[in-house]
Each structure stands twice: as C-alpha cells, then as structure tokens.
C-alpha cells in the first residue's frame, strides 16, 4: 500500500484536473438523471444502449486496478478516485476542502445520490464525509488512518446545501484527536469524535496537500 508520485508539473496537475472535472460533472448528472427520470421505458432502454456505448469506449484503454493514492514533487496530492473528494470518481460529492485557522471546513451541496431517510442524507454518508474530514483536519504533518470513529447524529440532515468543519484537539505520539460537525442553515446536525493514527510506516511521509484533491 504506497502512495504514488505522479512525477508531473502543477500546471500539468491543473489541465488534466480542467479534462476530467467537467466529464465526471456530467457523469454525476448523469446518476442524478437516472434516478429522478420519468421518461418511457423505451426511452430508458436507448439511454441505456447509448450509455453502455459510453462505456464500452472509455473501457478500450483502461489502467489495472483502482487510481491509487497520487502526489506530485510539490507534495500537491492527486487522490482523484477517492470516494469524498476524487475528481475521477463520479461518486464524490466531491467535498473541495480547504484549511481554516483551525483545522479544515468545505462547503457542499448534496442532491438525491446521497438520500437515506425521506428527502435527508443517509447516515452512512454523513459517517463518510466526517471521517475524511477528520482525517484531513489531522494529516496536516502526515498521512493517518482513521482508528476509531464515533459519529453522533443529532437531528436528521437535509438534502441541499450543508456545510461541514473538522477539528485536531490533541496529539500524543502518532495518535491525533479530532472533531468535526456537519451543518445545514439551522446548526449543527451531526457531530464526531475520532482517533487518527500515523502508521508507523508512514512516520517519514511528508504531508500532502490534499485539499487540492
Ligand atoms: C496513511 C493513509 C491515509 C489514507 C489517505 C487516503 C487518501 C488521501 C486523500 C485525501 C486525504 C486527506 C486526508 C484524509 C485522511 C484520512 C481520511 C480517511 C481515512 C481512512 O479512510 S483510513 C481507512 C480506515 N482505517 C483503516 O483501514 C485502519 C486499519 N488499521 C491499521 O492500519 C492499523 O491498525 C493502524 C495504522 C490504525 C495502527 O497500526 P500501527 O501499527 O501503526 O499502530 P499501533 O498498533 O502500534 O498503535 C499505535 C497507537 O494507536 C492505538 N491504536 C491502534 N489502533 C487503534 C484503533 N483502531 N483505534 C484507536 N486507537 C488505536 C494503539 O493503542 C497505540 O496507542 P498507544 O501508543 O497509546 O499504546
């Protein structure tokens, strides 16, 4: 398990980001469409038709495996299958993270994709934001794992705009402390409490700036 240096200039890292932002935009619509559509099951069929042609082209070169864990020289971090922030993955919300005075927050808007009870975000997906949040607020001087993960949900998180911060309160060793909230117009919805762990093989790796995705 390595992460791997994409040895590209960051201008590079800014055009590739410009080929496939908009690609995987429309693949996000694209999952939106197909849950909220109503159209005929004829016309379901020749979407289907044509989006399986869609693929059939995008799979005729294709690498092995997933896109890994990648970096520049410049320590700008290229995590772009990763399911919270990757630019590849239609998946991801994706969260654009930025670093705040003390500690990390992003700004997001989640639509149907991610509904779990009646018109609100799926618990398990609110669990998933918060974890990549902490862990980030808490891989400021290095790359941790996620050890322990409490998640409190206070009161049931809207579908639409949110927002959500994250937190170090202490470090001992190679463990880091962190909390983070979740919050729509009205406050906080949910909150967490987890404990962030350097590898011990990852002691020596210098911090990424992943919030550059
Ligand atoms: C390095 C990878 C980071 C991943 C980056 C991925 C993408 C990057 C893109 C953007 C990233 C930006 C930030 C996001 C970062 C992270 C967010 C998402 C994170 C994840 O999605 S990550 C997947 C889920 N996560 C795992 O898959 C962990 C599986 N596990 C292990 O890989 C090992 O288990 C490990 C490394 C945890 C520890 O192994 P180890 O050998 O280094 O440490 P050791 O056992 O010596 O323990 C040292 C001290 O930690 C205490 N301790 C140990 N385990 C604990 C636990 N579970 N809970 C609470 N405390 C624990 C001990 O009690 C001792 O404490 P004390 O010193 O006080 O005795």
Redesign the pocket.
């Known amino acids: ?1 390595e ?1 791997i240096l994409e040895d590209i200039s960051e201008a590079e890292v800014a055009r590739r980001r410009g080929v496939y932002t908009p690609l995987t935009d429309t693949v996000r619509d694209l999952v939106d469409a197909v849950i909220r559509t109503e159209v005929s099951e004829d016309a379901l069929d020749d979407a289907r038709r044509r989006i399986a042609e869609v693929v059939a082209d995008l799979r005729s070169k294709q690498m092995d495996g997933p896109y890994g ?1 990648r970096h520049t020289r410049q320590n700008t ?1 290229m ?1 772009w299958g ?1 399911a ?2 990757g630019v590849r993955n239609a998946l991801a919300p994706p969260l654009d ?1 930025v670093h705040v005075d003390d500690g990390v927050r992003s700004d997001f808007t989640l639509g149907a994709a991610y509904e779990g009870p009646p018109g609100c975000v799926h618990g398990g997906v609110c669990a998933m934001l918060l ?9 400021t001087e ?7 993960i409490t998640i409190r949900y206070l009161r049931p998180t809207r579908l639409g705009a949110l927002s959500a911060r994250a937190w170090v309160t202490e470090r ?4 880091l402390y962190a909390k983070g909230t979740i919050s729509d117009a009205e406050g906080v919805t949910c909150e967490a409490e987890g ?8 002691v020596d ?1 210098p911090a ?1 700036r ?2 550059q995705g």
């Open positions: 398990m992460f864990v971090g995590a990763n919270v922030i993270v974890d990549h949040l902490l862990g980030n607020a808490a891989s290095g790359p941790c794992y996620t050890g322990t001992t060793g190679r463990k404990v962030f762990i350097v590898p011990r093989s990852a790796t990424v992943w919030s």
